[in-house]
């Protein structure tokens, strides 16, 4: 049964945003045209796309930031509009609070105080279990988006939305979190849905991954992973797959 | 009378830049000056030569009575207690009309800052306002709230009204449309919001704000008890002036110096407890 249903049949920036960046009057291009798809319980959805084809905009819908489309977005059968506890975001950016130690950016929410107990558990589930008490300023980088890992994981989410949640970071610390995010979605039982412009990233974690074109955004291939975890980087399949989605990536230009 | 030159020099060098300390670059000699000694060369120095020329003979001493002599009469009205007299109705006038400013700027700066409807509405308005010279409001104020304590009040509540509004507004404009995401996805409502991310984060600009109408407020005291007063330190460099008592203004003048930079220092240390957990140039823990 499925968990995520996302249909957008269209979606168009309103006319003071295509305005200020275009500068001309009138045309509004469509941003996403008929993308649907749909997530399974425990299902990881790589969603791979040149950059300007929509997929944080994509993301932005599913998440119920951006409220403003034509389609709908199901969970559990429920049509949703506007943010919901059930589904948690990790942002490009770690987006902490800088006034607020790691532990209360993880327990951040509605009401005071926060569950002690389990913000502890969620830290030492992505390696911060001594950095609660620790101000933003003084992670590096990598520390910063595990604690937003951490806080994206607080509500117990059933899915896990991530727009390019590592694009920031150096390479050998980009591999150490993808591992993390598997393993903690794995842990949780929480279905993921990242958003990559890393093909490799793609392949390696998701279980299907969907091709977005540009211009309008929309699904032109969907390419599914049937490879056992852990999957070696650089291994023969990956390569291969790698290859498949690349050249689905090119075709469409 | 020669602890007093001393007494002022002290008093002076208190007030000069304090600079960033840097660590000695290796190979270089291990002991340096300190910075606070360098900050206070140049006005022990010219205290120094003006003392020396007003003893020579080289300059009036009606005109620049020497630093000994100002440090003298700052010591009478200590000893009569004219000092504490003048500096309470100062700061009392400075703290209520900066209050009374500040709070209704902070007011209407989080109403510009967080709704675009009330900033379409004022916006106009304070643009207007703010382009006349607060001064200017002297006769009004006069003409309106007589010449005692409200219309003092008002003045300094009209200087430190705006450094506080614009700091306020913009704070609230500028916080990062990224972290209220991160609220929004947490269903926090406007009020929780407001209070538990625009608050904070607009803090560093409110808090500039504050301190600049601080520094106001205590121009615009000075101003108002020029106009009209019989008390204060206004009052003391008018008396000065109408008596011949250039020992008196100077000594006006330091106290002056020295109660600005006490309250400014004062807020500053606010600022850096308030903001600890800011990641900037000299703020790092």
Same mark, same amino acid.
């Given at each position: ?34 993308v649907?798809f ?7 959805l790589g969603v791979v796309g ?5 997929k944080?905009?994509l993301l ?45 950016? $993880? ?5 005071? /105080?926060?569950?002690? #107990?389990? +913000?502890?558990? =969620?830290?030492?589930? &992505? ?66 849905l990242l958003v990559t ?5 793609a392949?390696?974690?998701g279980?299907?991954v969907l091709v977005l ?6 699904i032109?291939?969907?390419?599914? $992973? ?5 999957? /070696?980087?650089?291994? #023969?399949? +990956?390569?291969? =797959?790698?290859?498949? &989605? ?8 | ?285």
């Open positions: 049964m499925s968990l995520l249903t996302v249909t957008v049949r269209e979606k168009r920036f309103a006319r003071e945003a295509v305005h200020a960046i275009q500068g001309q009057a009138g045309e509004r291009p469509p941003v996403l045209q008929d649907r749909e997530l399974v319980p425990g299902e990881v040149a950059s300007g084809c929509g944080s905009t932005r819908i599913v998440a119920g930031l951006d409220p403003d489309f034509d389609g709908e977005v199901r969970l559990d059968g429920r049509a949703r509009r506007g943010p919901d506890r059930d589904i948690g975001v990790v942002f490009q950016e770690p987006r902490l609070f800088p006034w607020l130690t790691v532990a209360e950016n $993880v327990g951040f929410d509605l009401g005071q /105080g926060h569950d002690e #107990a389990w +913000v502890a558990t =969620l830290l030492r589930e &992505v390696g911060l279990g001594d950095l609660g008490h620790a101000l933003p300023r003084q992670l590096s980088g990598g520390q910063a988006q595990r604690a937003a890992i951490a806080r994206a994981l607080y509500t117990r989410p059933r899915v896990l939305l991530l727009d390019e949640p590592f694009s920031a970071l150096d390479a050998f610390t980009r591999m150490r979190l993808q591992d993390l995010v598997r393993d903690v979605a794995r842990a949780h039982g929480t279905s993921l412009h890393d093909i490799e990233e392949v390696l974690l279980d299907r074109g540009s211009a309008p955004g929309r032109v291939r969907e390419i599914g $992973v049937a490879l056992r975890h852990p999957r /070696g980087r650089g291994s #023969a399949e +990956v390569s291969a =797959l790698r290859s498949r &989605v690349l050249s689905a990536l090119e075709s469409v230009g | 009378m020669s602890a007093d030159p001393d007494l002022i020099a002290r008093a002076i060098a208190s007030l000069g830049p304090v600079l960033p300390e840097q660590p000695a670059p290796s190979g270089a000699p291990s002991w340096r000056w300190p910075a606070w000694l360098l900050g206070a060369l140049p006005p022990l120095a010219a205290l120094a030569l003006i003392e020396a020329a007003v003893r020579l003979g080289w300059i009036a001493p009606h005109l620049l009575p020497a630093p000994s002599e100002v440090a003298l009469a700052l010591a009478r009205m200590v000893r009569d207690g004219q000092l504490a007299q003048h500096v309470l109705a100062s700061s009392l006038r400075v703290a209520a009309g900066f209050a009374l400013g500040a709070a209704l700027a902070v007011l209407f700066g989080a109403l510009v800052g967080l709704s675009a409807t009330a900033a379409a509405v004022l916006t106009p308005s304070f643009q207007a306002l703010r382009a006349i010279p607060s001064l200017a409001w002297v006769p009004l104020l006069l003409l309106w709230l007589g010449i005692d304590e409200a219309s003092k009040v008002a003045l300094i509540a009209i200087g430190a009204f705006f450094p506080v509004y614009m700091g306020v507004a913009s704070g609230f404009r500028d916080v990062d449309r990224k972290l209220v995401e991160v609220a929004r996805l947490r269903g926090l409502g406007r009020v929780a919001l407001a209070r538990r991310v625009l608050l904070p984060a607009a803090l560093p600009a409110l808090l500039t704000g504050l301190r600049n109408g601080l520094s106001l407020a205590w121009m615009f005291m000075v101003a108002a008890e020029l106009i009209a007063a019989s008390r204060g330190l206004g009052y003391l460099l008018t008396d000065g002036r109408e008596t011949g008592r250039a020992d008196l203004v100077l000594a006006a003048i330091v106290l002056l110096a020295l109660l600005g930079k006490l309250s400014d220092g004062g807020m500053a240390a606010l600022e850096r407890r308030a903001l600890h957990w800011r990641d900037s140039f000299g703020g790092a823990a």
